[in-house]
C-alpha cells in the first residue's frame, strides 16, 4: 500500500468504481488487483499478509491467489483493476 502519484490517480480514474456498505466479506482472488480507495475505511487480512487498514486516497495491490477477510468499518467506493 502506497500513496498515489497524480499520474496513478488519473490511470485509476479510467478503472470501474466499486461501492459496498458496512460488512464482513471473505474474497480469494484469482487475478492481481489494483485499488485506489476514494472513501470509507476497511481493514483487510489476508493469509500470508500483515493486518491492513485501507482509507481514502490509499493505493494497494492485492495479490492473485490471496485468501482476505474485508471488515469494512465505513461504506467504500473504490476505483479497481484486475490485471
Known sequence: MRAPSDRDRDIAADWPIYSTK?????RAYKQKETLLVLKGR????CVGIPETELKFDDLATIPRGA???WDVKEPMMMHYMFH
Do not use: F, G, L
Request: aromatic fraction near 0%; include cysteine; hydrophobic fraction near 50%.
Open 22 to 26: 458496512i460488512r464482513k466479506v471473505a
Open 42 to 45: 476497511a481493514v483487510v487480512t
Open 67 to 69: 485468501e482476505c477477510d
